[in-house]
């Protein structure tokens, strides 16, 4: 169990070195850079699993060290986003998209072999969707029409498919997560105003 949070906390530590360099540079993600931060990504795990040989201890952090996951809300979703959670309703700032909503799971009828890993490679969980390659991994979008699935309404992009895209007409196809076959199933297809919040 030790090795474990170290592990994550070595793939927490990574990718939050490089999320500081991206805000310190004020780099903009454009659609033909997603490919090649995917790759970076990917090449951050792989070395962090790599680092498997490092010796655990059962000894006990000191108190003073904080180990929480929780990081500041960048300014850009912050404006977008009230303190709750919630996007304001007021807030033009936000970009809105027409979208068709479908479902998937962990199930093989849904993901083939990917199982639990998202594009990001993270796992999937309530509040994940995939998203066409021009909407960059890691942005958040507020689904009003979902607030009875999520009650906040932000659902984060960190997966991909090989059916999601941007339609002829203009349409984004987006895929939300169901733990389970029979709800993605049952989820059908919703056509919907999405807002990007980041």
Do not use: H
């Not at 072999?113 to 969980?125: C, L, P, V």
């Amino acid at each position: 169990m030790m090795r474990v949070k170290k592990n994550m906390f070595k793939v927490c530590a990574i990718l939050g070195i490089f999320l500081a360099l991206i805000k310190v540079q004020n780099f903009k993600v454009e659609s033909n850079d997603i490919q090649n931060q995917e790759l970076l990504l990917g090449n951050l795990k792989k070395n962090s699993e790599d680092q498997d040989s490092v010796e655990t201890t059962d000894k006990e952090i000191p108190e003073n060290i904080d180990t929480s996951t929780e990081k500041e809300i960048p300014k850009n979703i912050a404006t977008s986003i009230k303190s709750e959670g919630s996007v304001s309703d007021n807030d033009n700032s936000r970009k809105s998209i027409k979208v068709e909503l479908t479902a998937y799971s962990n199930d093989k009828r849904c993901s083939d072999n990917w199982n639990s890993q998202t594009a990001m490679g993270t796992e999937t969980r309530v509040g994940v969707v995939a998203a066409p390659k021009n909407i960059p991994l890691g942005s958040k979008l507020y689904i009003p029409e979902l607030k009875n699935y999520k009650e906040d309404g932000i659902f984060d992009v960190e997966d991909r498919g090989g059916a999601i895209k941007v339609k002829k007409d203009g349409t984004y196809i987006i895929d939300v997560w169901m733990p389970t076959y029979e709800e993605a199933v049952q989820f059908g297809r919703k056509t919907t105003t999405v807002y990007i919040a980041a």
